[in-house]
């Protein structure tokens, strides 16, 4: 018998078997469909969390220092930090103030939350901290922090969205009602995210006293270091900077800690996120498994006697076992195909839902990985009856009960 | 001679207690164009021994000869082709195949010969005109009465035009009326010079036969010779 033959065969049995074709194709689908799927938004939401941590601005430590005398934390720490040289890029506070920014007719608590321009307050040495260019104008210089200007540095977006096409230099806008002059404009470092941190207006953290209900003495603020590796000694220092002021807690207290410690954990808890989901996909994908056997094997007596019937009208056993081969790999390599394309989609339509559109791509070798476990064990299971029965003498299996 | 068996045995469980001799050591010899029936009370091993003739089954003792040759040295695809090409079977319960149609099912042997696509389609087509279905080509066997289900068994062992027909209980499940006319084919096809082995447990039935061959625990106990034969000459 030629091969054209065998697949003629296959796809009669397939066709006339539907039911049994279709559970078996739905056992490889789902199997292959949600391992993707579940991997892919596993790893997209690991590269959502590595995109806070960058957006976050690594090489970065938290310190936060408050003193019974009254003495501003901050300039302690500023003034320290700028005896160790070229170890430290930067130090400011980058907290946030809740308050309505507004230019002629715009204000702020009348866009959308996203566009909404955020007032941060900073120090000369926020740009370093937070790594913004000046594009144009100047950025805040110490003066403005010693003598409390009124002054502020726009971000692109902020920018943009108060001013339109005017140019923002040297024109005042108010906070809370308060005046603050347009001294320079960010470059522009985020423009994909549709809350970007171009939506930054930067004031001196001195100039905070004018906004009403607003402290300006903020605990924290951030050390940026030039590297990972240094990191860790910058922060020591500060540490015991901090205790030598305090004396454990005498007179204060404070702390330094790095986003690198946080971010270790968290991608500890992340690598453990992964292997559970990884798990539950392992097991959609045996239980997917089971299914293409249960079915496979429920069928194998009514396959059996049909083997009988074409070994006894002169079947040889060779044509026996291709026919059965062919059609378990047409039925599991178009439901794994099948598979691929619903695992594909499944895949687009979680970074849709869960990551704000951000393109998700299921990985090759899950993918792959996937499609081969499944479609070699329906074939494994599909040709059973064959090389079971076609071994047998062909009167036991027309028995077959 | 075209079938020789020589102390033929065929033992399940052997050695065991509940050992079953279906064939007890049966010598047989048939010649080419007869038509014997094989004929025996339920159990009396008369379908083993079908299924040993038909190369379905081997013996567990004894010689077979087909056409001179033995059989036990014969690889699986030799008996594979003897059986596609040399006997047509008809089983008692049709073993049809369920997902084909009368067409596809009378096609089935001729696809494992090779025939090509529109001769095969023409030999099936005749052979289901033969035995009166041709209209009935594309239903499946469920869509079939049990006469007709048993044409098609009968056109699909004739498609080939195999010089041996074997036949289980052909009219098992018939009335009468279309079980004289399945005897009937079974005449005919042996009038053209197939040699016809029909197995019954009817007497009635068996009586049509040229030659009755009675099985009894395994063993024969009857051998009606056969009667003169004009182109043989000779009794058996």
Redesign the interface.
Known sequence: ??FG?AVK?AV??IL??KGRSFLTMLGIIIGIASVMTIVATVSGYNAKMMEAFEAQGTNKITVSLNLNSGESGFEKIYDYCQGLGSDVVGVSPASQIWTTVKYGAKASDTMDWQEQPRVYLGSDQYSKVSSFEVARGRDLSRLDIEEYHQVCVLGARAARVLFDYADPLRQSITISGVPFTVVGIFAEKDAESSYSVDSTILIPYTAARFIPNTDGSSSECYVKVKDSQTINPVMQRIQAYINSLTQDGMYGWGYAYSEQQWQDESSGVLTMISVVLGGIAGISLLVGGIGIMNIMLVTVTERT??I????????????IVTQFLVEAAMICGVGGVIGIIIGYGGTHLAGLLLFEGMSLYPSAEITLGAFAFSVSLGILFGMYPAIKASGL????A?RAE | MLITLKDVYKIYGEGLESEVRALDGVSLEIDYGEFVAIAGQSGSGKSTMM?VL?C???PTYGDYFLAGQDVSELS??QL??I???QIG?I?QGY???P??NAL?NVE??L????VGVSRRRDMAMEALERVGLAARAKHLPSEMSGGQQQRVAIA?AIAPAPPIIMADEPTGALDSRTGLEVLGFLQQLNREGSTVLLITHDNGIAATARRIVRLSDGRIVEDHPQQVDWYKGGGA
């Open positions: 018998m030629k033959q065969m009669k049995s006339a078997k006697r049909e009988g019937i074409r070994r006894a009208i002169g079947a040889e056993r060779g044509s003498q062909p009167v036991v027309l | 299924n038909g379905l089954d081997i699986d695809r594979s082709h059986r596609n090409k079977f089983f073993n049809l195949i997902s084909l596809e089935l042997p696809i494992y010969q090779g699909r």
